[in-house]
């Protein structure tokens, strides 16, 4: 079996608002970035399934007939679920050689590449192809590359195997999937981030899916359509992390502390309802410097709330205590312990003062950048429309 080219992206995220608290069930306020991956799947006649992973140095063949033995026998009765199949995993880790249930950057992203590869294909034939993926956004930095990963291979792979059809048509540069396509590229990129998350809430793969500014709760999503426009600086610190190791910290801390962290998560959820309700209002009154103190004091509060988590870190300070000394407000994103923050710029802050925060930024040794939000989320693209830079690193593999 041969299965047709594929060429797809989707966005990362920031999440304003609800990191480690909506895993336990808390509101989260997330928008997607203009930073995206782009993974190409194309169809071959070689026997084999390879994956070529710039960003993580990883570049790895298999033979057709080795994965054929790990496809389980109830393969093709399972549906895209809220659990994986224990089975499948086991096999899998058995087969790329984890041992000790750990899993490092390039481990995570094959075994969540082979877990959707052979579920969607384990019940028909296992076709030969290659995968390759390349993306702007930093690894294990806050903003979501593991999930804009696991919906680009969710996308490419459901796509490949006629599950969802291929929204392009020959004239188009780019297209997007009807809705209930959406709803299943999001439940297949959910067990990839699974693997990779170990307990995710799901809102990376839902802003990767559907991208703009969107609200979350246990997995429901409502995609916020009348939001202001805000000015964003993004700081990667560039300190490691990772979120699997994060979460479970957190929830250890929930676990030993019950009483003590309980009303901590609860505030957060308070902090993105209120976050929620002062960008509505934004939009359909005048936008005064009120709105704004209120949502620096948010941020500010979040922050706290963070570190008593467990989830800052000395970078993440040096970053708010020199964006303060601006006047300006941050926080982390994402999952903590290092990564990524955001800053609020005002409508009227400064371009010198942007600058000079960036440059003092820099010379802590963090990468700083003013970035746009609310790209579109995950997309098909005719190969010739996407960026040369992108293409270029593709078309090596
Ligand atoms: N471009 C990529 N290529 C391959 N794997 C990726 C890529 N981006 C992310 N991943 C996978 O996602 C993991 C990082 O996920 P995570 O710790 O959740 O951080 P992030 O905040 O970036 O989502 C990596 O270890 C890797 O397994
Ligand atoms: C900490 C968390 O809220 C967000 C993690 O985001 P990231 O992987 O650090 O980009 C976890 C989750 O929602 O699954
Ligand atoms: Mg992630």
Same mark, same amino acid.
């Given at each position: 079996?041969?299965?047709?080219?594929?060429?797809?992206?989707?966005?990362?995220?920031?999440?304003? @608002?609800?990191?480690?608290?909506?895993? @336990?069930?808390?509101?989260?306020?997330?928008?997607?970035?203009?930073?995206?991956?782009?993974?190409?799947?194309?169809?071959?006649?070689?026997?084999?399934?390879? =994956?070529?992973?710039?960003?993580?140095?990883?570049?790895?063949?298999?033979?057709?007939?080795?994965?054929? #033995?790990?496809?389980?026998?109830?393969?093709?009765?399972?549906?895209?679920?809220?659990?994986?199949?224990?089975?499948?995993?086991?096999?899998?880790?058995?087969?790329?050689?984890?041992?000790?249930?750990? +899993?490092?950057?390039?481990?995570?992203?094959?075994?969540?590449?082979?877990? =959707?590869?052979?579920?969607?294909?384990?019940?028909?034939?296992?076709?030969?192809?290659?995968?390759?993926?390349?993306?702007?956004?930093?690894?294990?930095?806050?903003?979501?590359?593991?999930?804009?990963?696991?919906? &680009?291979?969710?996308?490419?792979?459901?796509?490949?195997?006629?599950?969802? %059809?291929?929204?392009?048509?020959?004239?188009?540069?780019?297209?997007?999937?009807?809705?209930?396509?959406?709803? #299943?590229?999001?439940?297949?990129?959910?067990?990839?981030?699974? $693997?990779?998350?170990?307990?995710?809430?799901?809102?990376?793969?839902?802003?990767?899916?559907?991208?703009?500014?969107?609200?979350?709760?246990?997995?429901? $999503?409502?995609?916020?359509?009348?939001? %202001?426009?805000?000015? $964003?600086? +993004?700081?990667?610190?560039?300190?490691?992390?990772?979120?699997?190791?994060?979460?479970?910290?957190?929830?250890?801390?929930?676990?030993?502390?019950?009483? =003590?962290?309980?009303?901590?998560?609860?505030?957060?959820?308070?902090?993105?309802?209120?976050?929620?309700?002062?960008?509505?209002?934004?939009?359909?009154?005048?936008?005064?410097?009120?709105?704004?103190?209120?949502?620096?004091?948010?941020?500010?509060?979040?922050? @706290?709330?963070?570190?008593?988590?467990?989830?800052?870190?000395?970078?993440?300070?040096?970053? &708010?205590?020199?964006?303060?000394?601006?006047?300006?407000?941050?926080?982390?994103?994402?999952?903590?312990?290092?990564?990524?923050?955001?800053?609020?710029?005002?409508?009227?802050?400064?371009?010198?003062?942007?600058?000079?925060?960036?440059?003092?930024?820099?010379?802590?040794?963090?990468?700083?950048?003013?970035?746009?939000?609310?790209?579109?989320?995950? #997309?098909? @693209?005719?190969?010739?429309?996407?960026?040369?830079?992108? +293409?270029? $690193?593709?078309?090596?593999?």
């Amino acid at each position: 079996m041969t299965v047709k080219d594929v060429f797809v992206s989707a966005p990362g995220k920031a999440i304003l @608002h609800g990191e480690h608290a909506v895993v @336990h069930g808390k509101v989260a306020l997330a928008v997607s970035l203009n930073l995206r991956t782009y993974l190409r799947l194309k169809g071959t006649t070689t026997g084999k399934v390879c =994956i070529n992973l710039p960003n993580i140095d990883t570049f790895l063949c298999y033979d057709l007939s080795e994965l054929k #033995q790990l496809i389980p026998v109830s393969c093709g009765k399972r549906e895209e679920g809220k659990r994986l199949d224990a089975e499948l995993v086991r096999r899998l880790r058995e087969f790329i050689g984890v041992t000790d249930g750990n +899993l490092d950057t390039c481990n995570m992203a094959t075994l969540s590449f082979l877990y =959707i590869y052979i579920s969607l294909f384990g019940s028909s034939e296992l076709p030969s192809l290659t995968v390759s993926v390349w993306s702007e956004l930093p690894t294990g930095a806050g903003l979501g590359s593991s999930a804009a990963y696991s919906v &680009c291979l969710a996308s490419a792979l459901l796509c490949a195997s006629g599950a969802i %059809p291929a929204p392009l048509k020959e004239s188009d540069q780019s297209a997007r999937w009807c809705q209930e396509d959406l709803e #299943q590229i999001n439940s297949w990129a959910f067990q990839g981030e699974m $693997i990779i998350h170990g307990n995710p809430s799901g809102v990376d793969n839902a802003v990767g899916t559907w991208g703009g500014m969107l609200r979350f709760l246990a997995g429901k $999503i409502i995609p916020l359509s009348r939001v %202001p426009l805000l000015r $964003i600086l +993004l700081t990667n610190t560039k300190v490691p992390r990772s979120t699997k190791v994060l979460v479970a910290g957190v929830k250890d801390k929930i676990n030993k502390f019950p009483s =003590i962290m309980t009303p901590v998560l609860d505030s957060v959820d308070a902090i993105s309802c209120t976050c929620e309700k002062i960008l509505s209002e934004m939009t359909c009154e005048p936008i005064t410097g009120e709105h704004y103190n209120i949502l620096e004091e948010l941020i500010d509060i979040n922050q @706290h709330h963070l570190n008593v988590m467990g989830v800052g870190h000395p970078s993440l300070d040096t970053l &708010c205590q020199v964006t303060l000394t601006k006047g300006l407000h941050s926080k982390l994103t994402g999952a903590g312990g290092g990564g990524c923050g955001i800053t609020l710029l005002r409508p009227e802050t400064d371009a010198s003062v942007v600058q000079t925060t960036v440059q003092d930024l820099k010379d802590c040794g963090f990468d700083c950048w003013e970035t746009s939000i609310g790209g579109p989320g995950v #997309q098909q @693209h005719s190969p010739l429309s996407v960026k040369e830079e992108v +293409l270029e $690193i593709l078309n090596r593999y």
